[in-house]
């Protein structure tokens, strides 16, 4: 990667997300509060979906899966930045920030996918009920989910393959972690090509979810309303609302930070966003798709009720508890 007012990459230096020691500090504690709640939270949920008999069904299929995906998509990101707010200047390796960048394109692909998969999962149980078990057998949804991850491995190698050949100015700083358009924008070289890439791969995997999404839930609305019963239908929105919620939040700042042009908004602020898109929604996820479901809290119940309750469990009690 050598040019003209570039150079071989070796390091890239990360900036802290602030300059103030005590602001630093307790930013520190913060997050890592928040990331010791999201590993907890989302392991605990895959683990009671796992030992929970009345849980094996398709939609805690793609819940597990979702969990699992918000501990990895958060490990990506948090250590970093917890090491970040401790030390005013961090060195990574350029290998380094292409793998970290790499995983994220993965974890946060395959996210977009298992959230679509979950939407066509509720328009078969609601729309086509008495085919819904056949529909979404056990082959079914390990499909599915190899096609969400499928598509995760091939956005990730075609987007760090296309980085990997930029040449790059000095000097080689990035705000807080290794993200596709901060490094991309180190880039001395033409990167128009990389740029069509980037929003080529992510554009196709979010056009193809969210036209899954709408279409799911245009014929779930459409059967909705032709239930006779208002209990019936207040039901079945509740059903629909917490992945709703899920799919507002996480689209709303995928499209927000990749989407964007790369002169409009503030250091500060994107980096607001990438916080939220990288920290709360991984927290979040647990909490609004599955807390205020009856079937977790009745599984949370029957495995809280037998006496081999041990110190992990006894935690998530409390939290699960702790909503209505």
Request: charged share 10%; proline share 4%.
């Given at each position: 990667?050598?040019?003209?007012?570039?150079?071989?990459?070796?390091?890239?230096?990360?900036?802290?997300?602030?300059?103030?020691?005590?602001?630093?500090?307790?930013?520190?504690?913060?997050?890592?509060i928040?990331?010791?709640?999201?590993?907890?939270?989302?392991?605990?949920?895959?683990?009671?979906i796992?030992?929970?008999p009345?849980?094996?069904?398709?939609?805690?299929?793609?819940?597990?899966?979702?969990?699992?995906?918000?501990?990895?998509?958060?490990?990506?990101?948090?250590?970093?930045?917890l090491?970040n707010?401790?030390?005013?200047?961090?060195?990574?390796?350029?290998?380094?920030?292409?793998?970290?960048?790499?995983?994220?394109?993965?974890?946060?692909?395959?996210?977009?996918?298992?959230?679509?998969?979950?939407?066509?999962?509720?328009?078969?149980?609601?729309?086509?009920?008495?085919?819904?078990?056949?529909?979404m057998?056990?082959v079914?949804?390990l499909?599915?989910?190899?096609?969400?991850?499928?598509?995760?491995?091939?956005?990730?190698?075609?987007?760090t393959?296309s980085?990997?050949?930029?040449?790059?100015?000095?000097?080689?700083?990035?705000?807080?972690?290794c993200?596709?358009?901060?490094?991309?924008?180190?880039?001395?070289?033409?990167?128009?090509?990389?740029q069509?890439?980037?929003?080529?791969?992510?554009?196709f995997t979010l056009?193809t979810?969210i036209?899954?999404?709408?279409?799911?839930?245009?014929?779930?609305?459409?059967?909705?309303?032709?239930?006779?019963?208002?209990?019936?239908?207040?039901?079945?929105?509740?059903?629909?609302?917490?992945?709703?919620?899920?799919?507002?939040?996480?689209?709303g700042?995928?499209?927000?930070?990749?989407?964007?042009p790369?002169q409009?908004g503030?250091?500060?602020?994107?980096?607001?966003?990438?916080?939220?898109?990288?920290?709360?929604i991984?927290?979040?996820?647990?909490?609004?798709?599955?807390?205020?479901?009856?079937?977790?809290?009745?599984?949370?119940?029957?495995?809280?009720?037998?006496?081999n309750?041990?110190?992990?469990?006894?935690?998530?009690?409390?939290?699960?508890?702790?909503?209505?």
């Amino acid at each position: 990667m050598q040019g003209r007012n570039s150079s071989t990459v070796t390091d890239l230096i990360l900036l802290g997300m602030t300059d103030n020691p005590q602001l630093g500090v307790l930013l520190f504690g913060v997050f890592l509060i928040v990331y010791i709640v999201t590993v907890l939270g989302n392991l605990g949920l895959v683990v009671l979906i796992r030992v929970s008999p009345c849980l094996h069904t398709p939609r805690y299929f793609f819940l597990s899966n979702l969990s699992f995906l918000d501990v990895c998509f958060s490990s990506v990101t948090i250590p970093e930045t917890l090491a970040n707010l401790l030390s005013k200047l961090q060195a990574v390796s350029f290998l380094g920030c292409v793998t970290q960048m790499g995983l994220f394109i993965i974890f946060a692909s395959t996210e977009c996918n298992i959230l679509a998969s979950m939407a066509y999962d509720l328009y078969t149980a609601i729309c086509h009920p008495l085919r819904y078990h056949v529909t979404m057998s056990r082959v079914r949804r390990l499909k599915l989910v190899a096609g969400c991850y499928l598509g995760g491995l091939v956005n990730m190698v075609s987007v760090t393959t296309s980085i990997t050949q930029l040449s790059f100015c000095q000097p080689h700083v990035l705000p807080h972690f290794c993200d596709i358009p901060l490094l991309s924008a180190l880039a001395c070289s033409d990167h128009w090509v990389t740029q069509i890439l980037i929003v080529g791969c992510g554009g196709f995997t979010l056009f193809t979810s969210i036209m899954v999404i709408l279409v799911s839930y245009l014929s779930v609305l459409m059967t909705i309303l032709r239930i006779p019963s208002a209990s019936g239908r207040q039901k079945a929105f509740s059903t629909c609302a917490s992945h709703l919620t899920a799919v507002g939040l996480y689209y709303g700042t995928t499209m927000y930070t990749y989407f964007q042009p790369s002169q409009r908004g503030s250091q500060a602020g994107n980096q607001m966003v990438s916080v939220f898109y990288a920290m709360v929604i991984p927290v979040s996820n647990p909490l609004i798709c599955s807390l205020r479901n009856q079937e977790v809290k009745v599984a949370l119940q029957k495995i809280f009720e037998k006496k081999n309750i041990n110190s992990f469990a006894l935690p998530l009690m409390y939290l699960y508890r702790g909503f209505p």
